[in-house]
């Protein structure tokens, strides 16, 4: 099984509907983090949390919300989607001194 | 000006011969020097992580890091179809990762 497992790995959804990506590892970090993928432009930060009690948001925070429900699960809303949000996502965790290990991501089309 | 440039290719090499990947960085405070290997519809995956200036070698994979030049490289000898990915720099300063926009890798059989 993988250690850090992302679902779904694919979602069309419409402009306007709420949509949760949702994250879990297994891999006991406490430090999690949500990214987005556009060609061209790389990786980018939306929101990490370094513990239950901690979330903050990256360089790309704006309609987007996430929660950490549990040191394992790390979830990441969309609440009115929109076709720019059309990306692929990824879900990553880390430890302190370690590099950050990622899913497979979600491939989500905003139509 | 982005914080890491790495050149987004394509590079398409022949079976055996050496790949040289490289980014440069603007943030003298980047401490932590990563490379990622995505292949296509999945996720990075972690190959070197380094900290200081200098070389790590693991197997082919050969990992370069100069920071008074704020130049890193990778470079992958022998290299084989199943290289064919894109490859990713990333950095680190406490807890921000800043990647490259990555660069695609085709070996050729």
């Known amino acids: 099984d993988a250690d850090v497992t992302q679902t779904p790995r694919n979602r069309i959804t419409k402009t306007g509907k709420r949509i949760m990506l949702e994250c879990s590892q297994t891999?006991?970090?406490?430090?999690m983090y949500w990214y987005r993928q556009d060609p061209g432009l790389g990786l980018r930060l939306i929101y990490y949390?370094?513990?239950?009690?901690?979330?903050n948001k990256g360089e790309i925070s704006d309609g987007y919300s996430v929660s950490r429900q549990a040191q394992a699960k790390f979830s990441l809303s969309l609440e009115s989607a929109i076709p720019n949000q059309t990306a692929l996502y990824f879900c990553?965790?880390?430890?302190?001194?370690?590099?950050?290990?990622f899913g497979a991501g979600t491939r989500l089309s905003v139509l | 000006q982005k914080e890491v440039e790495q050149d987004p290719g394509p590079l398409s090499v022949p079976e055996g011969a050496i790949v040289s990947l490289n980014c440069t960085y603007s943030?003298?405070?980047?401490?932590?020097f990563m490379w990622y290997r995505q292949y296509s519809r999945k996720g990075p995956e972690l190959l070197m992580y380094?900290?200081?200036?200098g070389n790590k070698e693991d197997g082919r994979f050969t990992a370069q890091v100069d920071k008074s030049s704020k130049y890193i490289s990778l470079f992958i000898r022998d290299s084989q179809p199943s290289d064919s990915a894109t490859y990713l720099c990333?950095?680190?300063?406490?807890?921000?990762?800043?990647f490259g926009a990555g660069t695609t890798v085709t070996v050729r059989a």
């Open positions: 990553a965790t880390s430890d302190l001194g370690t590099g950050q290990y």
């Open positions: 891999k006991g970090h406490d430090r």
């Open positions: 949390s370094f513990d239950v009690k901690d979330i």
């Open positions: 943030n003298s405070a980047f401490q932590y």
């Open positions: 380094t900290y200081s200036s």
């Open positions: 990333a950095m680190r300063n406490d807890y921000k990762l800043s």
